[in-house]
């Protein structure tokens, strides 16, 4: 495996411990900053903000080469989270939160169009699964252990070691990545020309949708595993391990089918599993060992469509691949509050946890048939 790509996934690894902690340390923070657990929610939409508001300026950066702009991204997660850590109060969090957010898709977006460009050919889409492959690892080993310091120290210590950690990232990205030029600069009305045909937005679209029908249930995984499939509230992170495992084998999968077939093709059939997976967690969520087996399928899925997608809008952006690679990011995340929010809709009326499943399961079969309209339409065919 080259070097250039685990510094890579090492500054993906740094973002997703940023990302996904929060849902996990909230009470803590909440406690300390002496604000509700529903206010401090809004600390994880200040973060998705920032995620949606960096995208758009990263066409700002676009002459420069994409090195520069990766260790640039880098030093901005490393100011937020550090801000992070010293917050005094509740606006000061929400300020860093955003700041946090800001790099997270334009840091995706021109990781992978480094990591294709430093791919062996042929293996595009597996050198981009490894560069996502942080943020699974990030699943699996570091949110676990944000969430163990959070409990026996303090949150703030968790942002400090992300910020820490961002300087070990910067030094290997500017060690291990060599000089990467930056993108053909055509004026910057011609970065968003690529919107103005249908393939993108198939992609965007079926991106959104089908991580919003995934986060429906996901959001609500932990009450859903206690109070419906009958486990311990003990044995909660092991089991979030297993799902953190299901996203690590997903995404390094997703990545090697899609050199092998077409990303549009392994992305659709990802998601009509998907489809299936959550249709049946409504179903058979009482049967404990069953439900843990969809869930890890679905994790699985979740990251088994990220390097298909992302590789597939690159090639669909031209002359503006910046914007295009950061703009999935930003249609993750909308899919990740779209679905939370309509996933609570069914709670809030009285219903069971198992119902968050079945409301998901519906945008999973839309992003199917976008996907499916994209990659027989427009993805270009493999002998």
């Known amino acids: 495996m080259k070097k250039s790509l685990i510094a890579l996934s090492f500054g993906t690894l740094?973002?997703?411990?940023?990302?996904?902690?929060?849902?996990?340390i909230l009470p803590y923070i909440a406690a300390d900053l002496?604000?509700?657990?529903?206010?401090?929610?809004?600390?994880?939409?200040?973060?998705?903000?920032?995620?949606?508001?960096?995208?758009p300026l990263l066409t700002l950066a676009r002459k420069l080469p994409l090195k520069n702009i990766l260790l640039g991204l880098v030093a901005v997660m490393i100011?937020?989270?550090?801000?992070?850590?010293?917050?005094?109060?509740?606006?000061?969090?929400?300020?860093?939160?955003?700041?946090?957010?800001?790099?997270?898709?334009?840091?995706?977006?021109?990781?992978?169009?480094?990591?294709?460009?430093?791919?062996?050919?042929?293996?595009?889409?597996?050198?981009?699964?490894?560069?996502?492959?942080?943020?699974?690892?990030?699943n699996l080993f570091?949110?676990?252990?944000?969430?163990?310091?959070?409990?026996?120290?303090?949150?703030?210590?968790?942002?400090?070691?992300?910020?820490i950690w961002g300087l070990i990232v910067l030094y290997?990205?500017?060690k291990w990545v060599p000089h990467v030029e930056g993108l053909p600069d055509n004026g910057f009305k011609s970065q968003f020309r690529f919107l103005k045909t249908k393939a993108p937005w198939l992609i965007l679209g079926a991106t959104m949708l089908g991580n919003g029908g995934v986060f429906c249930w996901y959001s609500y995984i932990n009450p859903l595993l206690t109070q419906v499939s009958g486990f311990p509230a003990q044995s909660i992170?092991?089991?979030?391990?297993?799902?953190?495992?299901?996203?690590?084998?997903?995404?390094?999968?997703?990545?090697?089918?899609?050199?092998?077939?077409?990303?549009?093709?392994?992305?659709?059939?990802?998601?009509m599993i998907l489809f299936a997976a959550l249709l049946a967690i409504f179903f058979v969520a009482p049967m404990g060992?069953?439900?843990?087996?969809?869930?890890?399928?679905?994790?699985?899925?979740?990251?088994?469509?990220?390097?298909?997608?992302?590789?597939?809008?690159?090639?669909?952006?031209?002359?503006g691949e910046l914007l295009g690679a950061a703009c999935i990011q930003v249609a993750f995340n909308m899919g990740n509050a779209i679905g939370a929010y309509i996933g609570g809709l069914p709670l809030e009326a009285g219903?069971?946890?198992?119902?968050?499943?079945?409301?998901?399961?519906?945008?999973?079969?839309?992003?199917?048939?976008?996907l499916t309209l994209f990659y027989k339409k427009y993805e270009p065919k493999r002998d």
């Not at 509700?36 to 809004?42: E, K, V």
């Not at 252990?145 to 968790?158: A, C, D, I, K, P």
């Not at 969809?294 to 952006?317: D, E, K, N």
């Not at 519906?362 to 976008?370: D, K, Q, R, S, Y």
Request: proline share 4%; aromatic share 10%; charged share 5%.
């Open 79 to 138: 100011t937020g989270n550090l801000l992070a850590s010293l917050a005094p109060s509740y606006w000061a969090m929400l300020a860093a939160r955003f700041i946090s957010g800001l790099p997270h898709g334009a840091y995706f977006g021109v990781a992978s169009i480094v990591a294709e460009r430093l791919a062996d050919k042929g293996k595009g889409s597996e050198a981009v699964s490894i560069m996502i492959a942080g943020m699974t690892i990030a």
């Open 142 to 163: 570091g949110v676990p252990l944000g969430t163990s310091l959070s409990t026996l120290l303090s949150w703030r210590v968790t942002f400090l070691l992300v910020g």
């Open 237 to 271: 992170t092991l089991l979030m391990v297993l799902a953190g495992f299901g996203m690590v084998v997903g995404n390094l999968l997703g990545g090697r089918l899609s050199d092998r077939y077409t990303p549009g093709r392994v992305a659709a059939t990802t998601q």
């Open 172 to 174: 290997y990205i500017w």
């Open 351 to 370: 219903l069971s946890y198992r119902y968050p499943a079945l409301i998901g399961a519906p945008l999973a079969l839309v992003g199917f048939a976008l």
């Open 289 to 319: 060992w069953l439900t843990v087996l969809l869930m890890c399928l679905c994790t699985a899925g979740l990251f088994a469509v990220s390097s298909p997608l992302q590789i597939s809008i690159i090639h669909f952006a031209k002359g």
């Open 14 to 24: 740094g973002l997703g411990i940023a990302e996904f902690v929060m849902m996990a």
């Open 34 to 55: 002496y604000i509700s657990i529903p206010t401090a929610g809004h600390l994880i939409s200040a973060y998705a903000l920032g995620v949606c508001a960096g995208a």
